[in-house]
C-alpha cells in the first residue's frame, strides 16, 4: 500500500475526532458545572452527600448494586403512547395516552440532569434494572421512616419486603449478638414469617457499614427543582 | 532465538499437516495471498462495461444513511446547548425547554399544600372543610383569595350551604408570588370553576400592601372584598368612588368583630389601597403608589 | 560496532530472505512458538474462570439464596469479576497471541527478544489477578468494564506497550510489497486501544472529570473497545483465514478500504447511545446514536466481503473446523450491525437498561470476536506448535456446544429484554412482577452459561492434550541433544 502516512494520519484523526468532539466537548460543557438554584432565592443543589451517607456510598459502590439498580430517572420527553387507565372520580376507562414511565412508576419527579452527579466521585448510573432506579428513593416518604426499618429488613432478606425480588441477600452486613440486659436500639425487628432469623436470645443489628449504606440510600434524593429541570407534572 | 536447523525440518509448514485437525490445508500461501489481493486492488481501476468501483446499491444506501442521520443531527441535537435535554426542543424557548403550563404547576402546587383538606376534587370535607367546587369564595375579585392564602382565616363561614368553623393556615406566607398565582389559577378553573387567571403582579401588589397580619376572620375579608363582585370596573371615575373617602367606611363596617377592631387601624392604609388595587392599570395613579 | 547498529540488528524481525516461504513462513512460527502458546494458554485459564464465575453469577439470579453467607461472593461483585475476567484475562490476551501472530505472518517478519513478550504477559496476568482478586475483596469501582481498581492500570498498560511494540516493529520491518486488509485492522486496533484505555483510566479515576463526564468516558471507553478492538481483531482474523483456507480471494476486495475507514471514522462517536434519555444532555444522545446507526455501512461491507468468499465454496466451509468458527463469527457481525442500526431514541427507551444491552455486548464479545478467535487459535496452534490437535471430537463439541450456547443466550437476552423494557416502560405493570417475568430469561442464562462452559472445557483438555505432547516433545529432543535419551525419529 503505497499510502502509508495517509493511513497512519487517518487512524489518528479518526481517534482525535470522536475524543475531541464527545469528551473535550462534554468537559467543556459539563465539566465545571457549580450547584444551581431553580429560581433567584431558592435554596441552591445539588447538596454534597458527606459523613455516613458518603461512607454509605462507598459500601455501595464495592458491593455492585450498579449490576441491578439504576440512579437515572428518565425524562418527561421519554415519552411513550401507550394503553392507560384512566380514572376520574366515579370512572376509569382505558385509552392511549403518552406517558413517561419513570416519572409515572413515581421512581422521580424528573428526569436526572447532569447537574444531579456533580458531587458524585463516579456517578452510579448504573446497566440494568433488575432492581427499581433509586436516584430519587431518599424522597419515598413509605421508606423513610426515622427507623429505617424498611430498608434494613430489605437488606437483611430482600423477600420480606419484596417478595420474588432476585435481589440476593446482604445479611453480611449485619451481625447477630447476644441480647444483653436490654435489646440494643439497633436491633431490626424481623416479621415472624422471615425463616432466617437469630435465636432466642439473640438479635440481629446492623453493622457500621449497614448503617452507612442505609443513610445514603437515604441521601439519594432529587426532589429539587434546577433552572435547566423542572418537575414534571 | 530461531534455530536453523529446527526450522528447516520444523512439521510446520502447511504441505506437513494433515487436513482437519490442524484447521485444514492452506491453499493459498501468505505471499500468494498478498500479490492475489494487491492485484485485486489495481486491476479496479481499469473501468470497464457493467462494473461499478463500488456496488450500486452501497452508494444508495450509504447516502441514504448519511442523509437521514445529517437531518437527525441537525433537528435533535438541542441547538447543542448543555441545558437541553429534550431533542425536540425549539430555538427561542428556555434552556429548561418547555414553558410553564399554569395549570399544571397550580395543579402540582394545589396537590401538594391543598388537597389534604380541600381534597383532590375540591370537595372539601363537609362540617370540616369547605369546598371549592361550585364556591364563590376563589372566584371573582382576585385578591380575596390572594389575602385568604397570605394571611390565612379563622372563624365560622358558609359555603354551598355548609357551615364549617375552623383555621385554615397562611400556606401563601411560604409561597412564593408565581406559585400563589398558579395555584389560584388552577383552582379558579378547576371543579367546575371558570375565571380568569391571576397574575402574579397582583400577588406582589397584595403581599406588599398586607404586610404581615393576624389572620382574618370570614366577616372582614368578605368586607373587604365582597363575594359575587368581580373585578371592579378598571375607569377613573370608579376609582375616585372607591378613593380613601369610602374605604374608611368599609373598615369602620368591619369594626363590630372583635380582631378585626385592633386590626382595622392598622390595616386602613393597606385596605384603602388593596381596595383600589384591582383597577391595575390606574391603580397607582389613583391612590398615588 | 555501534550499539545502536547492534540493537537494530538484533530487533529486526525480518526473516531471511535467502529461504523459500516454506521455510521462512516455519521460521516465523517457530520464533513466536512460545509468546504465542503462553498466551493462549493463559488466555483459556482465564476463559473458563470466567465462564464459572458467569455461571455462578446466573444461578444467584435464579436462587439468590445460592452461595449468599460470603461477602465476597455477593452477586455484584462475581457479575463483574466475571466480566472482567473475560474482557482483560481472555479477550485481550487472545487479542495479543492472535494479532503478534497475523502480523508477524502477514508482513514476514519474525519475532525477536522474546524475553520481553513473556515479561509483559506476566504482568498482565499479574495485574488481571490482582485487579479481579480485588474485586472479590472490596475493590469493585463499579465503573462498568473498569471494575478493576484503577492501581492495575499502569502494569497493564506497561504490559500492553510491550507487547504492542513488537506488534508495531513487525509492520516497520514488513517485507516490502502489499498490504493486506488484516494488516490495517490489527494496526488501528494495536493503536487505538492504548489511547481508549489511557483516556478513560485518566479521566475517570486519575484526573476525574466532574459528574456525568465521567459516564460519558466510560460509555466511549466501553463502545470502543467493543467495535475498535475487539472487532477489528476478529475481522482481521476473518480476512486472512477464509482466503487462505479456501484458497479463493475476498469477494468484492476493493470494498475493504471503505469498510475499513467506516469503522474506524464511527465506531468512536457511538458510545453515548448506551446514555440515550440519560442524563447527558440531547446532543450527546443523538451523536451517539448517529454513530451506531453508521455502523450498519461497515456491517454490510465486510458481510459482502467475508460472506461472498465463503458461499463460493460452502463445503470447503462445512469441512474445515477454523472456518466454521470463523464463518459463525461473521454472521454474528452482520446481525450485529444490523442490531446497531436500529439505534434510535424509540429503540433505546425499550431496551437501554434491559437485558437487551447484556446481549448486545455478548453478541460483540463472544459470537463476534470470542469464536473468531477460537477460528483463530485453531489454526495457529498447530503450526505454532508443530502438532496436530489430539481429538476431532472435542473440537466438534466445542463448536456445537459455543455456537448453540451464545445463539441462544442472545436471541433470549434480546427477546426477554425487549420484553423487559416494554413492561417497565408500562407503569400499569408492577415492578415486582417484570422481575418475575424475566424468571423464563434467568433458567435459559445458566443453561447457556452451563453449555458455554462445557465448550470450553474441551477447547481446554485438547489444547492441554496437545500441549503435553508438544511439551514430551521438546523435553525428548532436549533430553536426546544431552544424550540423556537415545535420538529418535521426532515424536509425532
Partial sequence: ?233 | ?289 | MCPFEDLASSIDPRTDSHLSEQARLAQIDTSLRGPVFFFFAKALGWLLLASIFGLVAAVKIVNPEFLAGHEYLTYGRVFAAAVDSFVYGWGCQAAFAVALWLMARLCGTQVKHLGVLYIAGAFWNLGVLWGVGCIFFGGLTSVPLLEMPPQVAPLLGFSYVMIALWGLLSFHYRQPGPVYVSQWYLLAALLLFPWIGFSAELMIFFVPARGVVQSVVDAWFVNSLLWLWFVPVALAVMYYLLPKILGRAIFGYYLSVLGFWSLVTFAGWAGTHFLVYGPIPAWLQTVGIVGNTMLLIPAIIASLNLHGTALADPKGVWASPVLRFVVFSSVAFSLAGLVAALSSREFGLVTNLTQFTAGNGLHLLYAVFSMAMFGAAYYILPRVLGREWPSAILIKAHFWSAALGISVLVLALYYFGWRQGVEINNPEIDFITTVQNTDTLNRIRVGAGALLLVGHLAFFVNFAWMAAGAACECCCACLSRFGLLPATGGAR
Avoid at chain 1, 467543556?28 to 429560581?39: D, F, N
Wanted: some cysteine; glycine content about 10%.
Fill in chain 2, 1 to 289: 532465538m530461531s534455530d536453523p536447523s529446527s526450522s528447516a525440518n520444523h512439521p510446520s509448514t502447511p504441505q506437513h499437516l494433515p487436513g482437519g485437525l490442524a484447521g485444514g490445508e492452506d491453499r493459498l500461501g501468505d505471499e500468494a495471498l498478498l500479490n492475489l489481493h494487491e492485484k485485486l486492488m489495481r486491476e479496479k481501476e481499469e473501468p470497464s462495461e457493467g462494473f461499478s468501483v463500488i456496488p450500486i446499491f452501497l452508494i444508495f444506501l450509504g447516502c441514504l444513511l448519511t442523509y437521514l442521520n445529517g437531518v437527525y443531527l441537525a433537528t435533535k441535537s438541542g441547538g447543542f446547548h448543555w441545558d437541553v435535554y429534550n431533542e425536540n426542543w425549539k430555538a427561542g424557548e428556555g434552556g429548561a425547554g418547555a414553558v410553564v403550563d399554569p395549570m399544571k404547576a397550580g395543579e402540582r402546587i394545589f396537590l401538594a399544600q391543598c388537597k389534604q383538606c380541600h381534597g383532590a376534587d375540591g370537595m372539601g370535607q363537609p362540617g370540616t372543610y369547605p369546598p371549592l367546587a361550585g364556591s364563590p369564595w376563589p372566584v371573582g375579585d382576585p385578591d380575596r383569595p390572594i389575602s385568604l392564602l397570605l394571611e390565612g382565616m379563622s372563624g365560622p363561614l358558609t359555603v354551598l350551604g355548609q357551615s364549617v368553623n375552623n383555621s385554615m393556615p397562611n400556606v401563601g406566607a411560604g409561597l412564593k408570588d408565581k406559585d400563589i398565582a398558579y395555584v389560584l389559577t388552577y383552582v379558579r378553573n378547576s371543579f367546575g370553576n371558570h375565571d380568569d387567571p391571576v397574575d402574579d403582579g397582583e400577588v406582589s401588589t397584595v403581599r406588599a400592601e398586607l404586610g404581615s397580619r393576624a389572620p382574618w376572620t370570614p366577616a372582614e375579608l368578605l368586607a373587604a372584598h365582597p363575594l359575587g363582585a368581580g373585578k371592579p370596573a378598571a375607569a377613573p371615575a370608579a376609582a375616585s368612588g372607591t378613593s380613601p373617602g369610602a374605604v374608611p367606611a368599609a373598615a369602620s363596617g368591619s369594626a363590630p368583630a372583635a380582631d378585626a377592631s385592633t386590626a382595622a387601624p392598622a390595616s386602613a392604609p393597606g385596605v384603602a389601597t388593596s381596595g383600589a388595587a384591582p383597577m391595575a392599570g390606574t391603580a397607582p395613579a389613583a391612590t398615588g403608589n
Fill in chain 1, 1 to 233: 500500500m503505497k499510502n502509508l502516512p495517509v493511513l497512519y494520519c487517518g487512524i489518528l484523526f479518526m481517534l482525535i475526532a470522536p475524543w475531541c468532539g464527545l469528551i473535550l466537548g462534554s468537559n467543556v460543557q459539563l465539566g465545571s458545572l457549580q450547584p444551581g438554584a431553580a429560581e433567584d432565592g431558592d435554596p441552591v443543589y445539588p447538596k454534597i452527600t458527606g459523613g455516613l451517607a458518603a461512607q454509605g456510598r462507598a459500601v455501595y459502590t464495592e458491593m455492585g448494586c450498579v449490576y441491578c439498580h439504576t440512579q437515572q430517572p428518565r425524562p418527561a420527553s421519554a415519552e411513550i403512547l401507550q394503553l392507560q387507565t384512566v380514572k376520574t372520580n366515579t370512572t376509569s376507562r382505558t385509552e392511549m395516552a403518552y406517558v413517561s414511565p419513570d416519572i409515572a412508576r413515581g421512581w422521580a419527579k424528573r428526569g436526572a440532569v447532569p447537574r444531579d452527579y456533580i458531587y458524585d466521585e463516579h456517578p452510579l448510573l448504573g446497566l440494568f434494572r433488575n432492581g427499581p432506579d433509586l436516584a430519587d428513593i431518599g424522597s419515598n416518604a413509605a421508606l423513610s421512616l426515622p427507623t429505617s426499618i424498611w430498608h434494613y429488613q430489605h437488606l437483611y432478606d430482600p423477600q420480606i419486603t419484596s417478595k420474588g425480588s432476585m435481589m440476593p441477600p446482604f445479611r453480611f452486613l449485619f451481625k447477630t449478638q447476644k441480647i444483653g440486659d436490654r435489646p440494643s436500639p439497633l436491633a431490626i425487628t424481623l416479621p415472624d414469617s422471615e425463616p432466617i432469623r437469630p435465636a432466642p436470645g439473640y438479635e440481629v443489628v446492623p453493622t457500621e457499614r449497614a448503617i452507612a449504606l442505609v443513610a445514603y440510600l437515604r441521601s439519594l434524593n432529587q426532589d429539587y427543582e434546577l433552572p435547566e429541570a423542572k418537575f414534571s407534572r
